[in-house]
């Protein structure tokens, strides 16, 4: 403000000179008047700069201010990004060309618990590189023993990991808690115990649920028998993983049990765990086990909740086939659909075979008793060279069954809501005929010999025969519960040589899955007029295929001694005939199984797959995303190449079989084909060190050796005295009575019945002696007043028995 005053002051003493010296230019004192001017005007300069200079000044001060406060603040929050990049628990590192780590924050090696720059991404955890390959922007991933979630950022490559394992753990323990609800059903076991006499029924009996018993009180179950051939039980999730881990070891001990008897009982298991209702859970459970039991038995079908359906086991040859009465209920609900539809259509699979057509056939004779308006959908390019073939000797012979062939789109534009469509031979909707066919089709009935997989078709009306050979075997019993009542089926000699040929088809000219009930089937087509070498003869290849067919077969390798492979680029759409280079590569000697992998076209690979005995093909292909059965099995693979997809049928057999390097393990769980806990077995390297991997076993060092001797021999002596024990208590049991006294009405029945609860119980109050009613069996049926003979089953190699007095008593 003085300053100010300042400049106003001298601008007025500058004007009042200058005034001055304009009215009197003459003035005798224009000396001293000049020099003030000369001052007033150096004060005027002076003031004037002053003045406009100074506000320069103190915006220069506040701009230095201010950048002093913003270098003071700009420390503190590189601080704060040191911080996050640094102390915070959050791991950022980038990635460079060839998936190398180019950069990474001090956290970052505290989550891989070493210096992660210039290695392979692949080499910290294939989970970010699906991340990476796949652009995912967020997922939880585990990494060494904690879970983190990644978020990664395509446009900079850059990963961010946030600690998050407590609360993984809480997610983990919730889920570990479902509910899971199973069942478990003894494969042929009525049928297996008929021979026997009451005794060993009851000792065999025994063997098998105290087995499964055991094995599920050791996973902390709930068990309770629901008939007299079926368990039900419950647990948690984290007890099933335990029995997912260990393969369900209870299935081979069932096998175990029945090969030392000479019986063929297994066992079919289904369980389900989802987050819902106990009565919902039930039925899921209950579907599972029809899925293990329809797929052939000696399995086990899981259904957890947001995974796909897993399969364990399946070692054995399909051991449950329906009963007559199974055939006959069915036999009525095919009657009854075929007689309330309005038209019916008979469909197999795409590239149908000789078996579709042959099945075909039979069901159009049997739908024609009762329907005349029955159509078979067929087209030349969706059929197999050998059944288009078969179809041309069909219409030479000018057999009437040939006039109800329909094509695709007329069978579309006839089919109504009423109509009935029946599919044979063909294990899941993916490989029908006609896709568009099957969803229109509001009735469904399906027929086939395959074991069904998790896509299976979704209806109440279904004969599924695993443990059949063929469709045709299966048709051709049918035909004797479905004719009663109608005339007779007849067919041709022509119709007969195409089911014959179905039939040496699909069993390898009768050398894989046959039964007692195949040549039955044979023998009855025989009869009908079949004619063996007219069958053979039809099925010779012609001099080109023939020539093709020795081509791949010189291109045949030999993988871990036993195992033939041949692999091809060339474009083969017949699978029939790539089902026959297998089958011919499995004559080779030494050779337990046989895989040909070949082109169907420029987007899919087909595997076909054969093998004698103990190699179980059906599950490596269910692992490839196919099936079939246990010694013929197929898939078909798209959008992979011949050399991927036989390397991972390499990679399968050699996790399985292979390995020229042994090494020696000690299980420490049961696994399922190569022993029991505490086993020392012998193994190949990759398989050896899988199991290692998985803490199903341990590397068997000298010490470790010695230590499993060491408790083999504790537990020797152990079980010596446990034995001794157990025959002292018999010779306690042996002989005793007691009585239990039940009510009777005047006319001598009795009311109510005697439970095993009570005889235990009184049997305490008696002799002092507890006993468990789990090993309690009574002899035959307490039905009336009378003597009654009591086994305990101490031991598989002591038995205990006493008597019961059933007395009466009347009120």
């Known amino acids: 403000m003085k300053r100010l005053i300042l400049f106003i002051l001298s601008i007025l003493f500058y004007t009042g000179l200058c005034i001055l010296v304009i009215l009197d230019p003459f003035d005798i004192k224009e000396l001293v008047e000049e020099i003030i001017l000369i001052v007033a005007s150096i004060l005027f300069a002076f003031s004037f700069k002053y003045y406009f200079t100074y506000r320069s000044r103190i915006m220069a001060k506040t701009l230095e201010n201010r950048m002093g406060s913003l270098t003071r603040l700009s420390y503190h929050v590189n601080q704060v990004g040191n911080e996050i990049f640094n102390e915070l628990p959050i791991g950022i590192f980038s990635i460079g060309e060839n998936g190398i780590v180019k950069w990474s924050n001090l956290y970052s090696k505290n989550i891989f618990e070493e210096r992660i720059i210039d290695k392979k991404l692949s080499e910290l955890s294939p989970d970010l590189v699906q991340m990476r390959e796949k652009k995912i922007s967020s997922m939880v991933v585990k990494i060494k023993n904690d879970y983190y979630d990644a978020s990664y950022k395509e446009e900079f490559d850059f990963f961010y990991l946030f600690y998050e394992t407590n609360r993984e753990n809480l997610r983990n323990e919730y889920f570990s808690h479902h509910p899971v609800v199973g069942y478990i059903s003894f494969d042929g076991l009525d049928d297996a115990l008929s021979g026997l006499d009451l005794k060993n029924q009851s000792e065999l009996r025994g063997s098998y649920f105290e087995a499964v018993a055991d094995y599920l009180e050791n996973h902390n179950a709930f068990i309770k028998n629901y008939t007299t051939d079926k368990v039900m039980f419950m647990c948690y999730r984290f007890n099933l993983k335990k029995m997912i881990d260990e393969h369900f070891s209870i299935l081979e001990s069932v096998r175990k049990i029945s090969v030392e008897n000479r019986k063929r009982i297994s066992l079919s298991i289904g369980t389900a765990c989802w987050n819902t209702t106990f009565s919902e859970l039930g039925v899921l459970a209950q579907g599972a086990l029809d899925l293990a039991e329809k797929r052939g038995g000696d399995q086990v ?16 040859e399909a051991n449950i086939k329906k009963s007559k009465v199974d055939f006959r209920q069915s036999a009525d609900e095919l009657k009854d659909l075929i007689k309330s539809s309005d038209k019916v259509l008979i469909m197999g699979h795409i590239e149908a075979d000789l078996d579709a057509l042959g099945a075909m056939i039979i069901v159009h004779h049997i739908a024609k008793l009762d329907n005349e308006n029955v ?112 005339k007779n089926i007849v067919f041709n000699a022509t119709e007969a040589n195409v089911l014959y040929a179905g039939m040496l088809i699909d069993t390898n000219h009768f050398t894989q899955r ?26 010779r290849r012609p001099l080109e295929k023939t020539i093709k067919f020795n081509k791949f077969l010189d291109k045949v390798s030999i993988y871990l001694n036993k195992f033939a492979i041949i692999s091809s680029n060339e474009i083969i759409t ?8 297998a089958d011919e590569a499995l004559q080779i000697s030494d050779v337990e199984a046989s895989f040909v992998i070949m082109r169907l076209d420029e987007s899919q690979v087909a595997v076909s797959a054969r093998s004698y005995r103990d190699v179980n093909v059906q599950m490596i292909m269910e692992s490839m995303g196919g099936g079939g059965h246990f010694n013929m099995a197929a898939a078909q693979i798209k959008d992979k190449t011949v050399k991927v997809v036989t390397q991972e049928v390499k990679d399968y057999l050699q996790l399985e079989f292979g390995g020229s390097e042994v090494m020696k393990i000690i299980l420490l769980e049961d696994v399922k084909g190569r022993g029991s806990k505490d ?89 002092k002696i507890v006993l468990d009613k789990k090993k309690v069996e009574i002899v035959g049926e307490i039905n009336a007043l009378g003597v009654y003979t009591v086994l305990v089953d101490l031991h598989k190699d002591v038995k205990a028995q006493f008597e019961v007095s059933v007395i009466g008593k009347v009120n």
Not at 526 to 539: E, R
């Open 301 to 316: 079908v899981i259904n957890i909740q947001g995974e796909k359906i897993r399969y364990l086991g399946g070692t054995l």
């Open 375 to 486: 159509r078979i959908v067929i087209q030349d390019d969706l059929v197999e060279d050998s059944a288009l073939a078969s179809i041309e000797k069909l219409k030479q012979n000018e057999t009437p069954v040939v006039k109800d062939f329909i094509s695709i789109e007329k069978a579309l534009e006839s089919l109504t809501e009423k109509s009935l469509l029946i599919v044979v031979d063909t294990q899941s909707p993916k490989i029908v005929m006609d896709r568009n066919i099957y969803q229109k089709a509001n009735k469904l009935f399906v027929i086939d010999h395959h074991r069904i997989g998790e896509e299976g078709f979704k209806t109440n009306y279904i004969i599924n025969e695993p443990s059949a050979s063929c469709s045709v075997e299966i048709l051709i019993e049918l035909i004797d519960f479905y004719k009663k009542g109608s």
């Open 514 to 539: 046959i039964s007692f009930d195949t040549f039955e089937t044979a023998n009855k087509l025989l009869d009908m007029g079949a004619d063996p070498i007219t069958v053979k003869m039809w099925l």
């Open 574 to 581: 017949d699978r029939s005939f790539i089902a026959q280079i």
């Open 679 to 767: 086993d020392i077995i012998d193994v190949n390297a990759g398989f050896g060190n899988f199991l290692i991997s998985k803490g199903s076993a341990t590397q068997a060092t000298n010490e470790a050796i010695h230590k499993v001797e060491q408790a083999r021999e504790e537990k020797r002596i152990a079980d010596e005295n446990h034995l001794s024990l157990l025959k002292i208590l018999k010779d306690s049991i042996d002989g005793k009575m007691i009585e239990i006294p039940i009510q009777i009405g005047t006319d001598g029945k009795l009311f109510g019945r005697v439970t095993t609860k009570q005889i235990v119980d009184v049997f305490a109050a008696t002799h």
